[in-house]
């Protein structure tokens, strides 16, 4: 019987990221178990070319659906149910979904209770899937999936967490993300400039600026900064050294990006391993927005005795929940120019939040207040 599956998806992105397929240790786990518990419900399984096993799940998403979905977040959640599937007994099952925050339901009844104290009830549902439904909150997805002879629902919650949705620790994603990155060859373009109304006064009346959503600290923030003389003058993003703050966010939000730049990478991975390769700065922000939803935030901060400036990028993946943080090092001199430079730059990949706020939140400056540029 020929699936008919429907998605409702509360997320759309354009830009998913590149995966790098290679066995990792989740995928070596289900094959242990596999070999423990045999299942006969429909497998997905993806190679690489050196026959590695780079997918392995519950055959839940046909290809047409695949094209749509996030490709991390559908092989997650097939990959999932097979985890689930694949104990040896119910209490096994049940603490192993606990430690993860997972919930399963049987139409409204949660596994381990009533009607649903056994996973075998969402067996039939499993092997003739009609329907799937992907929602989408703040922390949670949740995945209605409809099935079986009397179109029952399968209902399953998972956490926004990168490590569960991924299946790889950090040390395997790190890995990853800086292969991915090296191998990375679009380039990113500038952003477009905002609409008039978006646009408000600073203390200086050359500088206007955007409101961008804030990320722990005040400064550190999606705020865009422009020239412009006159309320109704056309406006250009700053890039000067006589603005060097300004110019160092607009340059880490990508509202400027100089042909002229390149720059010197120092991944820094799990364990306290560098990895460093030289590419375009186009190519360097072009690579880190590719994977999902990347949300930006940049602060700047000026060292006037080394006439030096530290850039300060932060990207948030709204739909895996973990972040990349980028801190660039700026000479003065360069702000403003199209003279050939090299910047110097340490990344980190999979950083935690809390991170983010305990590394920066006692020097970077605050935001100016709001005054719509609209309004004057």
């Not at 994603?173 to 292969?179: A, H, K, P």
């Amino acid at each position: 019987m020929r699936r008919l599956i429907t998605v409702t998806i509360l997320f759309l992105t354009t830009l998913f990221g590149t995966l790098v397929a290679e066995e990792t240790v989740e995928m070596q786990r289900l094959k242990e178990a596999m070999q423990r518990y045999p299942t006969l419900l429909p497998l997905h399984e993806e190679y690489n070319a050196a026959g590695d096993l780079t997918h392995f799940g519950v055959a839940v998403f046909s290809p047409e659906i695949q094209q749509v979905l996030n490709p991390f977040l559908w092989r997650g959640i097939e990959r999932i149910l097979l985890r689930i599937a694949l104990h040896g007994s119910e209490a096994e099952r049940a603490r192993w979904m606990k430690e993860n925050g997972i919930r399963l339901f049987l139409e409204a009844c949660p596994y381990g209770s009533g009607l649903f104290k056994s996973f075998g009830k969402a067996i039939p549902i499993l092997e003739n899937v009609t329907g799937v439904k992907v929602l989408e909150d703040y922390n949670r997805y949740r995945i209605l999936i409809t099935g079986g002879s009397d179109e029952t629902t399968l209902r399953l919650s998972i956490p926004k967490e990168r490590e569960l949705i991924y299946g790889t620790d950090k040390k395997e994603e790190d890995e990853r993300q800086g292969l991915r990155l090296q191998s990375f060859k679009g380039k990113a373009l500038p952003n477009p400039l905002p609409s008039i109304d978006q646009v408000y006064a600073t203390g200086n009346p050359e500088v206007w600026h955007t409101i961008g959503d804030v990320f722990y600290i005040d400064s550190l923030c999606a705020d865009g900064y422009y020239e412009g003389k006159e309320p109704d003058e056309n406006i250009s993003p700053i890039w000067s050294q006589r603005f060097p703050k300004e110019s160092v966010k607009n340059l880490m939000l990508g509202n400027v990006i100089p042909d002229s730049l390149t720059v010197e990478v120092m991944h820094r991975q799990y364990g306290g391993r560098f990895v460093t390769w030289r590419c375009d700065w186009a190519t360097l922000l072009g690579g880190l927005r590719d994977e999902g939803v990347m949300e930006p935030f940049a602060a700047a901060q000026y060292i006037p005795e080394k006439g030096l400036l530290t850039g300060i990028l932060v990207l948030r993946n709204t739909s895996f929940g973990f972040t990349h943080m980028l801190l660039v090092s700026i000479p003065l001199s360069q702000l403003g120019t199209d003279a050939p430079a090299e910047l110097t730059a340490l990344l980190y990949t999979n950083t935690p939040q809390h991170n983010v706020y305990s590394l920066f939140e006692e020097y970077l400056p605050k935001r100016p207040q709001k005054s719509n540029k609209s309004e004057k």
